[in-house]
């Protein structure tokens, strides 16, 4: 953007304060401005955000230069040259009336599945970004092929009984759908991604068409809302809708016109906005990425009117979300649901973290740092979250850069396996929303590499790249081996005189930072988990050398002590397993993670042999670990009273010495019968030793639940073997490891019942506390 760019936010500013007068003019204004600017550059909104005091670069100001990211990106930028553009407007085109000779695309994109269209957005969303970042015309010239034809199927629409405005490649009466009640996907999810997709081909790609189309759109999505009760609008809201709210405050910021502000409000979802205003973390059981970009919305609206229950939403949702929903890798979710507050541990599934979701959250953190750029954790997450999940999302042997779905974290995870959704998306077949916000993700890679307001200039991660701050004429010239390497250089060249400021971030995983000039180490301050700030007049050539050591620390599950993953600065080490499987976290030895080259390669013993570690964004074709089990459980050495949270009464050999007998549930009275071992097998199991008997607990392999739990002479077999999950609260789950079911007292209080086994659940019947006899 041109320095002229500038004085106009200014200008802008202004005006946004006095209110939304000649707001026609203003976008006409813009628009007429877009022509004679450069290509890649972004057509500048009429309101500023309100509360805002830092500020991205445009996509094109920064270059990706080398590295993982490049290729990630480039990868992805193949797949968008290569992707047919009639194929994917297919059922855009039959919708609408109009003749379509392609051949249809299959996955969620089929003719007959209900989210059909929402690739769509995300493609427009995609070329878009890449025009801008990259300045090549093929995707300029694919973007505008799509908007063209999308125009055309805008105009046809009322020839099917559609109402003007109306752009889908489903039908409007699966709007009815939604306000009748009636089962459908989720279309104003759908609608969400094309409104998205085409603001972004006008913001980033210049196309006016794209503007008209989308303000019609609008205008649609007005009257349609419009028609509502606010109970009938709030029914409305418990179909999933994306971000209605985002988009609708995107398009009013970005065009003066307050009707899209209305609209945009009337996405307010308040059984999920009230509980979050009061800072309540009520997320448990509700489907993650249906609320995120509701989050994101908040925060749009909260730049577009000011009022501070908005942030305040946007702020707690996040801060909840990161403090108790979040693993390691920087993901949420488990089967795409949020669950109890801190469970992770318990959670380790072939279906966690929903890439979506990340993708969102990456979103909001940015939404938050321009409001809070003093929080360094805003991107400590960040950082964690696109290095770890998002850069690792993508199969680096796939020449189209095909993404997963979920990030898979259970014991012997693999990458692209899971019970749902599984596989790395395909060309054609796939076309899940992970694979739509997998294009956009791999597509603006740098946005927030470096902020800026005035003559500040914020550098929040550490990526080889070069920024054109052509506000100021400076370039930035990053090089870094980040994260293999620890250091990153900045040199700063241009018309770089003058005193200003460079603020590094200091991420909260370091110790011992350093920031030197030329070769001279400075005296800033670098504490962990802030920022520094290098104030100084400048000469062209300058270099800024950021060293940040890392170390080795374990991260504990919030739910669990005991199981922990590996991380090496900001990055999550996996455990490599190769073809073995894992049907628990394995047991790992103290002390015992070593690095063992220049490359972020480390070895480790785990369940008593070696284990390569690598990066966990590498980790693809291969079974990995990532939590590990670090404490033997924090089980007590000596014997001990196995007591049911529900029933208060203990496990019991009824002293009976039969192999094969039943265990039951007694009263506790000292007796030995009454008393048992655990005794560690280093595998992360314990085998369970009754006093009197000297038997051990076995499921006898009895899968059934219900089944009652028996005890024979310790032969080593997986029925004897039982993993003990601390719950973090002193309590414990007992899992054999030949059946998967769980120790329970069924709920009966009868001194004597059965000890049953049962599939692990939330129950306290099949939660157990270690009292030291
Ligand atoms: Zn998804």
């Known amino acids: 953007m041109s320095s002229s760019s500038l004085s106009r936010r200014q200008l802008l500013q202004a005006v946004g304060a006095v209110g939304v007068a000649s707001t026609v003019s203003q976008v006409l204004d813009v628009t007429g401005a877009t022509a004679a600017t450069a290509a890649a550059a972004a057509v500048a909104p009429v309101r500023a955000d309100i509360g805002v005091s830092a500020y991205p670069f445009d996509l094109g100001q920064v270059r990706l230069t080398s590295g993982r990211w490049l290729e990630n990106q480039n990868r992805t930028l193949t797949y968008l040259r290569f992707i047919d553009a009639d194929r994917m407007l297919h059922t855009f085109r039959i919708n609408a009336g109009l003749s379509s000779t392609a051949q249809p695309v299959g996955g969620w994109e089929g003719p007959g599945v209900e989210l059909r269209g929402h690739s769509m957005g995300h493609l427009l969303s995609a070329l878009a970004q890449a025009y801008a970042a990259t300045g090549d015309s093929a995707f300029k010239t694919k973007g505008d092929y799509l908007v063209g034809v999308l125009a055309a199927c805008q105009r046809a629409a009322p020839n099917r009984g559609y109402r003007a405005g109306y752009l889908s490649a489903f039908p409007e009466s699966f709007l009815d759908r939604v306000e009748s009640g009636q089962q459908v996907w989720a279309p104003w999810y759908t609608l969400h991604k094309i409104l ?10 210049g196309n006016a068409e794209a503007l008209t189309v989308v303000t019609n759109m609008a205008d649609w999505v007005d009257w349609r809302t419009g028609r509502l009760s606010y109970a009938q609008m709030q029914a409305v809201l418990n179909t999933e809708f994306g971000g209605m709210n985002a988009t609708m405050a995107d398009l009013y910021q970005q065009t003066g016109d307050a009707r899209w502000l209305v609209a945009a409000q009337r996405f307010d979802h308040a059984v999920v906005f009230d509980p979050l205003a009061a800072n309540q973390d009520r997320l448990n059981g509700l489907h993650a990425n249906t609320q995120i970009p509701k989050w994101i919305g908040a925060a749009r609206e909260f730049k577009a009117t000011g009022t501070t229950r908005y942030r305040d939403i946007a702020t707690n949702a996040w801060n909840l979300t990161i403090g108790a929903h979040t693993y390691v890798i920087g993901g949420d979710s488990q089967a795409e649901h949020f669950r109890a507050p801190g469970a992770i541990a318990a959670y380790l599934t072939n279906d966690t973290c929903e890439n979506c979701n990340t993708y969102n959250m990456l979103k909001l953190t940015r939404e938050l740092f321009t409001l809070y750029p003093d929080r360094a954790d805003l991107f400590d997450y960040y950082e964690r979250a696109l290095l770890n999940q998002m850069i690792g ?6 020449a189209h850069g095909h993404v997963t779905y979920f990030t898979p974290l259970n014991p012997g995870a693999r990458r692209g396996v899971s019970s749902n959704n599984g596989g790395y998306s395909t060309d054609y077949n796939s076309f899940w929303c992970c694979q739509g916000t997998g294009l956009e993700t791999q597509t603006k890679l740098m946005d927030s590499v470096y902020f800026h307001n005035g003559t500040t200039l914020t550098v929040n991660l550490f990526a080889p790249s070069v920024l054109t701050w052509s506000q100021r004429g400076i370039t930035v010239t990053q090089v870094t081996s980040f994260p293999v390497g620890d250091t990153a250089t900045l040199r700063v060249t241009g018309s770089v005189g003058g005193s200003w400021s460079m603020r590094i971030r200091i991420p909260s995983w370091t110790g011992g930072a350093t920031v030197s000039v030329n070769g001279a180490q400075q005296s800033v301050d670098t504490t962990p988990g802030a920022y520094a700030t290098l104030t100084r007049s400048w000469t062209s050539g300058d270099t800024v050398t950021v060293r940040l050591p890392m170390r080795v620390v374990m991260k504990a599950a919030n739910d669990n002590p005991d199981i922990a ?17 894992l049907s628990a976290p394995p047991a790992l030895s103290n002390g015992s993670v070593t690095r063992t080259g220049g490359a972020l390669t480390f070895t480790a013993t785990a369940g008593g042999s070696t284990v390569n570690l690598i990066p966990f964004y590498d980790a693809h074709g291969v079974n990995y670990n990532v939590y590990w089990n670090t404490g033997g459980g924090g089980v007590p050495a000596g014997w001990v009273r196995i007591s049911n949270v529900t ?20 009263n506790w009275d000292g007796s030995t019968n009454l008393q048992w071992q655990l005794v560690d097998l280093g595998n992360g199991y314990h085998r369970i030793v009754n006093r009197t008997s000297g038997m051990v607990a076995d499921s006898w392999g009895n899968t059934a639940n219900g089944a009652s739990c028996l005890q024979g002479p310790w032969n080593g077999g997986d029925n004897q073997q039982w993993r003990l999950n601390s719950l973090g609260n002193g309590r414990y789950q007992i899992v054999n490891r030949g059946t998967g079911t769980a120790l329970d007292g069924g709920g009966n209080t009868t001194a004597g019942s059965a000890t049953i086994l049962w599939t692990p659940n939330a129950n306290t019947n099949n939660q157990y506390t270690l009292g030291v006899v």
């Open 196 to 205: 998205a997709g085409l603001l972004d081909q006008y913001r980033l790609a």
């Open 565 to 581: 993953a590996i991380t090496y600065g900001p990055v999550v080490l996996a455990g490599n397993y190769g073809n073995t499987a």
């Open 393 to 398: 999302q993508q199969n680096p042997s796939d």
């Open 647 to 666: 029933t208060g009464l203990a496990l019991d050999s009824g002293g009976n010495v039969a192999a094969g007998s039943a265990l039951k549930q007694w």
